[in-house]
């Protein structure tokens, strides 16, 4: 039997699949949405209330301003005494201090799963 796909609710009248979103990144009320095919969008809900939508499908905030799908993350890149997130598409965003220490524990899950 064939699942149907999750549609989220990203803002007004869009709706999107997790899978298809690389990462978020907040702009005051405003959020930039990366998808897989190259695109992006500018909606007009906040990044705290896409989280919260978005928890449940594999997604980490990595620092105030940005959220990424655990799926698409190529590596971790630490450069002097900063922690970038690489993903697929060549993007590279800062992890705050504050969240290196989830970020390694969930990426270890994620590794120990497979």
């Known amino acids: 039997m064939e699942t149907n796909p999750i549609f989220v609710r990203i803002g007004g009248h869009c709706n999107a699949y997790p899978e298809d979103i690389l990462s978020l990144k907040g702009d005051i009320n405003y959020t930039i949405l990366s998808f897989t095919n190259g695109d992006t969008k500018i909606v007009a809900t906040t990044l705290k209330i896409l989280e919260e939508r978005l928890l449940p499908f594999g997604f ?7 959220i990424v ?22 993007d590279q965003l800062l992890v705050s201090r504050r969240r290196e220490a989830g970020l390694f524990e969930l990426t270890n899950e994620l590794q120990t799963a497979i």
């Open 60 to 66: 980490y905030r990595t620092h105030k301003n940005s």
């Open 69 to 90: 799908n655990m799926k698409f993350v190529k590596k971790l890149i630490r450069k002097k005494d900063k922690l970038f997130v690489k993903l697929t598409n060549a």
